[in-house]
Each structure stands twice: as C-alpha cells, then as structure tokens.
C-alpha cells in the first residue's frame, strides 16, 4: 500500500522535469491580477537575490497591473498588452487612468536601454502647456484650461506656426501608438498608451547561446552580476548543450 504511491509521484516529478521548459519552475510565469500573464524575460521584482530573464525587465504589482519601470525616469508604467512572439508590450501614461487630463511632465525618450526600444508603431506628440498667448482659432486641451491659460498638442513635424517656447510654460514630447493617433483626437489617442520593442539579439552573447539551446537567461543579483542559464534539468554556466559537463550543481530546483 505505502509502496504504490511512490510510484506516481515518480511519474509526476519526471514528467514536470520534462514538461514545456516555460513552464520551468525556475523561471515561474506570474499575473497581477489583471489578467496579463508574466513571462521570461519578464521576472518579479521580489525574485531580487537570483532572477531569470532580463537585466531591467523586473516588474512590480500595483493595483493588479504589472508596472515597468524604464531606466532614467522615476515613474512605473503599467503595461497593457504583452505579445511574446513579436517581442512587443504597450505601455500605458500612468498618470492617465480614467481619462483625465493628460500630465506629463517630462519628455519621454525611448532608447535608455538597449534592451527595450522604441517601436516603428509609435509617433511623436508634442504638449506645450499654460499658454498664456496662443493662435485664437486653434483647438485645445479643455480639460487643462487654466483661467486664461491654454495647452495644445500636436503631433511633432505637424505643429502650427507660432512662438510656442515663447508662450509657454513648458513642453514635452512623448511616444504615441500611430494608429491610436489616426482617429483625430489626439488627446484619446495618448490613452492607448506607447509601445516598445525588446530585442533578445540586444541581450549579451551568452544570453544569446543559452536561449538558442532551448535554455533561459539567468543572473544573480551580486556584484558582478553572475550569469546562469536555466535548462530544463538544472542549470548550467554557458548553454544547455552542455548537458553532462556541468559542475553538478543540477536539479538543484527539484
Ligand atoms: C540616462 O541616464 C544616464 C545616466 O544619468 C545618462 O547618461 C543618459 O544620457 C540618459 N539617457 C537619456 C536618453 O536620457
Ligand atoms: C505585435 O503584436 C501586437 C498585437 O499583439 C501589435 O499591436 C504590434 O503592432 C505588433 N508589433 C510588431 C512589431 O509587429
Ligand atoms: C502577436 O503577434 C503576432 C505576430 O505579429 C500575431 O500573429 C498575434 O496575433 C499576436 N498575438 C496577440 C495575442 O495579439
Ligand atoms: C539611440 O540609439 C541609437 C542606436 O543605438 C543611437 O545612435 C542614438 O544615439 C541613441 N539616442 C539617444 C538619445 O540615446
Ligand atoms: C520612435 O519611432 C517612431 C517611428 O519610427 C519615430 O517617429 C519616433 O521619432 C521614434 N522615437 C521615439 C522617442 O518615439
Ligand atoms: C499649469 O498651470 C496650472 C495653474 O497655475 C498648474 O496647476 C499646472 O500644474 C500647470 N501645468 C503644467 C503642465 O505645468
């Protein structure tokens, strides 16, 4: 009796070793609660000591969004929509949330890492804000309208004549979805959010050899940072082709 279920466990230990490598519960996929499912080379950012996906893909929860945050700003965006297989994700204005006003402060400039980049599907918006002389007949943004005061936004290389820097507070230019700009209000268009790219051509030449075995890109957190890759039965120091001439340090996630 005590024997017999040994036996299936056995089963079910090798089979889970075995099973669909993203699946690997070393690189273990995560939602926020909104439905978005978190995969390599997305990593959570509690997973501080030893993660596995890429340097600066750390994500964070914030009321069931997954948040990113880009390298050089302060601000978390929380992200929309992930397409594993174009490598592609949105990312939302995060001060925007119920259709407000839009109120960014500062330009959003997409090539701080060479990991995630721009997208050919975003284009350029430019804000400027507070006004206090502007051309009468032009629409602006109603919702910002402060005494006399008016904000205007335009998508960049389309930007009526006038002496903006001039009679404006301040100016930013940020990232919009192209198609989402099409539909005239450009305003509703920022709602959608901007997108990026990531790369894993970008990632480094080991990262690159152990993906194309079929492994998953790995680091410790010390300094230096100390890289692993995650085959599906343990992992190694280079790529999984290795298998067998590792330092027997396998299974260790069983
Ligand atoms: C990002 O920050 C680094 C360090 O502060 C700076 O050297 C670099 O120019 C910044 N890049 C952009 C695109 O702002
Ligand atoms: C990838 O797919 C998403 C939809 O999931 C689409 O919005 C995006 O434009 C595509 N990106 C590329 C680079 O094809
Ligand atoms: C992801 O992108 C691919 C290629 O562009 C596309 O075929 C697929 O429909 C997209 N998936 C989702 C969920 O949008
Ligand atoms: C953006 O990346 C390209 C290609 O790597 C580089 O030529 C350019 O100088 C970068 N721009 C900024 C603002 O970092
Ligand atoms: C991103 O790519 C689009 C389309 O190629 C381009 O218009 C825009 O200037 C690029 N840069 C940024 C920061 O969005
Ligand atoms: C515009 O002016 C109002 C009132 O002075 C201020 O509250 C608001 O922060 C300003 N907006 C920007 C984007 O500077």
């Given amino acids: 009796m005590g024997y017999s279920l040994l036996i299936p466990l056995g089963f079910l230990l090798f089979s889970s070793i075995n099973g669909d490598s993203i699946q690997d519960p070393a690189c273990p996929s ?5 439905g978005i499912t978190i995969d390599y080379p997305f990593w959570h950012q509690n997973q501080q000591i030893e993660h596995c996906g890429y340097p600066g893909f750390d994500l964070s929860c914030a009321d069931q969004n997954p948040m990113l945050h880009l390298s050089n700003y ?11 297989s174009n490598k592609s994700l949105i990312l ?8 407000t006003c ?8 997409l090539n701080t890492s060479s990991l995630l980049f721009n997208s050919s599907g975003n284009k350029l918006v430019r804000f400027f804000y507070n006004c ?15 005494g006399a005061k008016r904000s205007y936004v335009f998508k960049e290389g389309a930007i009526p004549e006038f002496d903006w820097n001039r009679y404006c507070a301040s100016t930013v230019v940020v990232p919009v979805i192209e198609e989402a700009m099409d539909h005239g209000d450009l ?7 901007f997108k990026l790219t990531w790369n894993q051509a970008a990632a480094d030449g080991v990262c690159q050899s152990c993906e194309a075995s079929g492994g998953f890109c790995s680091y410790s957190n010390g ?3 100390t890289f692993f890759c995650i085959c599906s039965y343990g992992r190694e120091s280079i790529n999984c082709h290795n298998h067998g001439n ?9």
């Fill in 30 to 34: 995560f939602d926020c609660g909104n």
């Fill in 74 to 84: 302060t601000d978390l965006y929380p992200i929309k929509h992930i397409n594993y």
């Fill in 92 to 99: 939302a204005y995060s001060g925007l949330k119920s259709a």
């Fill in 102 to 109: 839009p109120t960014i402060t500062h330009d959003i400039t």
């Fill in 132 to 146: 206090s002389l502007y051309p009468p007949s032009l629409p602006h943004i109603q919702c910002l309208q402060y």
């Fill in 187 to 193: 305003v509703q268009g920022f709602d959608q959010g």
């Fill in 223 to 225: 300094l230096p940072s």
């Fill in 246 to 254: 590792s330092s027997g340090v396998q299974c260790i996630f069983f």
